[in-house]
């Protein structure tokens, strides 16, 4: 089992994608352990975003993430993080597979909806920082018709 970090931002939430994005991730299998919204503080931000501090599109990007509210959550399945990245799609939406989140959604490489970490150590330090507090344990009833 993984639990992986998922954030919807400020654009899903404005275009009022939301519960499109929520609904693609349940009707998956996945189960929700975390969910919360609020406008996030740059230095969150900015600490989520440091591998690309040094990107260009980094000033941009802390600007556009701390421009309204952003929808943080917590998904655990088997392989959870490698499933929310195919769920998600390409980075750039006019690349994105149709069938994924960006591909059918987006056009935009920096407006793309939705963020989710792409291995372990991500997922462990984007946890970590979304939600000091932790995740819910808990045992989902309809799990038992998603795995043999
Ligand atoms: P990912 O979200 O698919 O993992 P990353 O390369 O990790 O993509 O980039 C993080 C975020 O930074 C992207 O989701 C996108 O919002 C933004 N971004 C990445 N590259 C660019 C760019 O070239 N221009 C503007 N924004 C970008
Ligand atoms: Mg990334």
């Given at each position: 089992m993984e639990t992986t970090y998922v954030m919807i931002k400020p654009d899903g939430v404005q275009r009022n994608l939301i519960g499109e994005i929520v609904g693609r991730f349940e009707r998956k299998g996945l189960k929700l352990v975390g969910m919360k919204a609020m406008v996030p503080t740059e230095e969150l931000a900015?600490?989520?975003?440091?591998?690309?501090?040094?990107?260009?599109?980094?000033?941009?990007?802390?600007k556009f993430v701390t421009s309204g509210?952003?929808?943080?959550?917590?998904?655990?399945?088997?392989?959870?993080?490698?499933?929310?990245?195919?769920?998600?799609?390409?980075?750039?939406?006019?690349?994105?597979?149709?069938?994924?989140?960006?591909?059918?959604?987006?056009?935009?490489?920096?407006?793309?909806?939705?963020?989710g970490s792409d291995a372990p150590e991500t997922a462990a330090f984007e946890l970590g920082l979304w939600f000091p507090e932790g995740t819910m344990d808990w045992e989902k009833t309809m799990t038992q018709w998603v795995y043999e």
């Amino acid at each position: 089992m993984e639990t992986t970090y998922v954030m919807i931002k400020p654009d899903g939430v404005q275009r009022n994608l939301i519960g499109e994005i929520v609904g693609r991730f349940e009707r998956k299998g996945l189960k929700l352990v975390g969910m919360k919204a609020m406008v996030p503080t740059e230095e969150l931000a900015r600490a989520h975003y440091d591998v690309h501090k040094e990107r260009p599109f980094f000033p941009g990007l802390i600007k556009f993430v701390t421009s309204g509210p952003v929808v943080c959550m917590a998904w655990q399945g088997v392989e959870a993080i490698t499933v929310a990245r195919k769920l998600i799609g390409a980075t750039n939406g006019r690349q994105a597979e149709p069938g994924t989140i960006r591909g059918d959604l987006g056009m935009d490489m920096g407006f793309n909806m939705i963020h989710g970490s792409d291995a372990p150590e991500t997922a462990a330090f984007e946890l970590g920082l979304w939600f000091p507090e932790g995740t819910m344990d808990w045992e989902k009833t309809m799990t038992q018709w998603v795995y043999e």
